[in-house]
């Protein structure tokens, strides 16, 4: 392999390759179609393609380089896609499933209160705002558990086979 960078503000990209202990040759050579060049662009902070980052994300085994490109070098991603925590385990993340469910469920009756009519008078804002933050709570634990999942399927820890086969009934 060749010299590490000694460059202070590495972006995502660079951080990744070089924890992977690939060189931008080698690293070209595994991505198979981005060459050595354009990695040195990357890692010197041009926004890559977003195909690129797909590529990357899959050799390198690093789909978070997906959803960090969505959360902060697409205009649309920034906007609409939350960011994803990839590091935490499956019981962090069922018991903040869990607790977020837990508080929908005690304020099931107001957020009917709240929808019969089909609008959102000024003084059921606050409890409406409320209510959606919880709902972010459990959007977030269930992009937690994708993730979770794909690291599992991808170090072999849950067999791809058979819970692609389960995934794949209705």
């Not at 202990?21 to 070209?28: F, I, M």
């Not at 009519?117 to 994708?146: C, M, N, P, W, Y």
């Not at 849950?158 to 692609?164: A, N, P």
Request: charged share 35%.
């Amino acid at each position: 392999m060749g010299r590490l960078s000694v460059k202070e503000d590495k972006n995502i990209y660079h951080v990744t390759r070089e924890k992977l202990k690939l060189s931008r040759e080698r690293a070209s050579e595994m991505l198979g179609w981005i060459s050595a060049d354009r990695i040195e662009r990357i890692d010197g902070g041009e926004t890559p393609r977003p195909d690129e980052v797909v590529c990357m994300a899959e050799k390198y085994n690093a789909l978070n380089l997906c959803n960090y490109y969505c959360t902060h070098q697409c205009d649309i991603g920034k906007r609409y896609v939350p960011e994803i925590q990839f590091d935490k385990e499956l019981s962090q993340i069922a018991l903040e499933m869990l607790a977020s469910l837990n508080s929908v469920q005690r304020r099931q009756e107001r957020f009917i209160e709240i929808a019969v009519d089909g609008s959102i008078d000024r003084d059921e804002v606050k409890d409406f705002v409320s209510i959606q933050k919880e709902l972010d709570h459990i959007t977030a634990a269930v992009d937690a558990l994708r993730a979770w999942s794909e690291r599992m399927l991808s170090s072999g820890m849950i067999d791809r086979e058979t819970y692609e086969a389960y995934k794949s009934q209705r």
